[in-house]
């Protein structure tokens, strides 16, 4: 322990003598959450070397505490065990309790803690500040925030072993629902740890607005920037615009009081609630919104239950990603929407799915998409490369491996792709790629569901959905012996062809949305760039065209639209060479010539050499084509 630790233990130590033996207040000495948890115990006539008892409770208590806790634990299983891999290596056990503070599910490090944490930490047991004392379950509950409890800012003198750090769980509605705690028997300071925590007790936050009975759970954005990166910000709404719930940040400069029974939409934003969900129906978000504050925000959909009627309008709403609408098309094409339901519905019924496309289709983001629809969708998508990686590193980063496995084995072993996607979704990319000795490694991981890391003598139990992807024929590679056919038949539950971009039936709309996501709705495309664009092949798909508009985007003066000249040259070649380069033609393509040269000779302050080079011309045919558009 550092010389400064050491200074900070007895300070908190000297605190708590001058307070419980002089009655002075120990300002700035502890935190308040500690010092308002002291009182407490005092007022309750506890004195601090009495010994504290985890006293045990019966299983038919433990069974009703879980039964009265099922939406809470259930809400928190995914969470907390992302939580307890994140703090295994740092040997804390984790525990999540009710709102009274008895311990409902415990896990993570326990089996070598120290024996008052072990009984400390089994279900039913009360952990309440009244039997236990100052703890940071109890501070957390008490203050609405996370806090840190270590050595002497425990109540009890017995308890000051532990270095406790918890949240409060909050329901939708403002009430306390219990905390979720991290403990160890070490008074090393982990400055991280606090933070993992509070982000937990948030997920969980998040995960219960899933479980209400909501039509519409919307997120509040300050600015377009932070629309790519979630929010706390949450609103659940019902289908009459009815406040069902917000969260505890929403809440906090919203209300500053509990939700009040029979809010409605209208109480806190200006204008109809049927108009933002006409907006969000039609793709058309981020939605500016006013605030009856004033505030002006922007609002994004976080939820959305289909079909959920709306008594006032007598209308039936039917959100655009999960409608069949033959105008409004998520990935530019009916049939790839169709396909992604019936994956879902696969990947629902335990099937692995398999996505096959060419390149840049955009495999990885209907793997995304798959993962976020499912049951899975709070576990970790765990995604992997199977071209990208040596194939010397394939098998640790699959499977792991132990300490002293090989040379140059990590310390302390390290944990495998496989096994971080438990209650999650692995999704393997290239799995055509995957080297064949591996393929019979994975297979049996695939039937037992157990996955052995390298230099281990035995196997652990993982939980996940499978979603792998290939641009390969992968019969082809059966028949070269390049691919097992046993492997193909345990992950081919449900194939999904993508259709390449220059393929998909509503591909104009694709366009736009592109460009709406990429410039925040900031540009158009020119009417006829965008005809000219649904004609190009797309060779790289949809990553091609990402990165297009994306150059685009960053090029271009603010608000200017999109025009052949601000593409990337091998775009503008490809139509230099099919209508610059052509002496006929007119229409569109005669405009575009001269908006192109117009533009190129813009660019390069009137050098038509060097305009020349930039459409991909000769200077004398760019000579000729001047003449002919002066004409």
């Known amino acids: 322990m550092s010389y400064s630790q050491v200074h900070a233990l007895q ?63 259930e809400a928190a299983n995914t969470p907390i065990e992302s939580l307890m891999r994140a703090v295994a290596g740092a ?27 072990q009984m400390a930490f089994r279900q039913g047991v009360d952990l309440s500040e009244r039997v236990v004392g100052t703890t940071a379950m109890s501070c957390a509950m008490a203050e609405r925030k996370a806090v840190r409890v270590f050595g002497p800012e425990h109540f009890y003198a017995r308890n000051q072993l532990f270095n406790c750090i918890a949240a409060p769980i909050i329901s939708p509605v403002g009430a306390i629902l219990g905390s979720i705690d991290i403990s160890r028997d070490d008074l090393h300071v982990d400055p991280g740890a606090l933070t993992l925590v509070d982000q937990c007790a948030k997920s969980i936050h998040r995960a219960l607005f899933k479980s209400l009975e909501t039509f519409l759970t919307v997120e509040l954005h300050w600015t377009t920037e932070s629309v ?30 509990p939700l009040p029974d029979h809010m409605i939409y209208s109480d806190l934003f200006d204008g109809r609630f049927e108009d933002l969900v006409d907006q969000i129906r039609q793709c058309k978000f981020p939605v500016p919104v006013r605030l009856r504050t004033g505030l002006g925000l922007l609002v994004t959909p976080a939820f959305i239950k289909p079909n959920v009627h709306n008594r006032k309008t007598g209308r039936v709403f039917k959100p655009a990603a999960l409608r069949n609408d033959r105008r409004i098309v998520e990935f530019g094409d009916e049939t790839i929407n169709a396909s992604l339901e019936k994956a879902g519905r696969a990947l629902a019924n335990e099937l692995p799915v398999l996505l096959l496309g060419e390149t840049g289709t955009g495999k990885e983001v209907l793997a995304n998409a798959l993962h976020n629809r499912s049951k899975y969708a709070d576990g970790p998508l765990i995604a992997i490369n199977c071209a990208s990686i040596p194939e010397s590193l394939i098998e640790g980063e699959l499977f792991g491996h132990v300490e002293g496995a090989f040379t140059g084995a990590r310390k302390g072993g390290n944990l495998g792709k496989i096994e971080s996607a438990h209650g999650g979704t692995l999704f393997l990319d290239e799995i055509g790629d995957m080297p064949l000795h591996l393929q019979a490694r994975l297979l049996r991981v695939l039937e037992t569901r157990e996955v052995c890391r390298l230099g281990a003598s035995g196997g652990r139990y993982v939980d996940f959905q499978l979603v792998c992807a290939t641009h390969q024929s992968l019969e082809k590679s059966i028949a070269q012996g390049r691919f097992r056919q046993d492997l193909f038949f345990r992950i081919n539950g449900y194939s999904m062809t993508i259709l390449p971009l220059r393929l998909r039936s509503g591909l104009k709309y694709f366009l736009n949305t592109q460009l709406n996501e990429i410039s925040n709705y900031t540009r158009d495309f020119n009417t006829d760039t965008l005809q000219l664009l649904l004609t190009y092949p797309w060779p790289g798909n949809v990553r091609e065209l990402r990165q297009a508009l994306t150059y685009a985007h960053a090029i271009g003066d603010e608000g200017e639209e999109v025009t052949l000249a601000l593409l990337p040259d091998q775009i503008r070649e490809f139509f230099n060479q099919q209508y610059l380069g052509s002496s006929t033609g007119g229409g569109v393509f005669k405009s575009m010539q001269s908006e192109a040269i117009k533009k190129a000779l813009e660019q390069t302050g009137g050098h038509v050499g060097h305009a020349a080079k930039l459409l991909g011309l000769s200077r004398a045919t760019l000579y000729r084509k001047l003449g002919s558009i002066e004409k």
């Open 11 to 73: 300070r908190v130590s000297d605190a708590k003598e001058a307070y419980f033996h002089s009655g002075l207040l120990p300002s700035g000495l502890v935190d308040d959450a500690i010092l308002n948890s002291w009182q407490r115990c005092s007022n309750a006539k506890k004195q601090t070397h009495e010994s504290v008892e985890f006293a045990p409770v019966s299983k038919p208590i433990v069974r009703e505490l879980i039964d009265r806790n099922r939406i809470l634990i």
């Open 228 to 257: 790519h990166f979630g929010s706390d910000l949450l609103v659940a709404l019902g289908p009459n615009g009815e406040v069902l719930g917000c969260s505890e940040s929403v809440r906090s400069f919203f209300l500053q009081r």
């Open 91 to 117: 040997g804390y056990a984790v525990l999540l309790t009710d709102a009274k503070g008895f311990a409902l599910t415990v896990g993570g490090a326990i089996a070598n803690r120290d024996r008052a944490l």
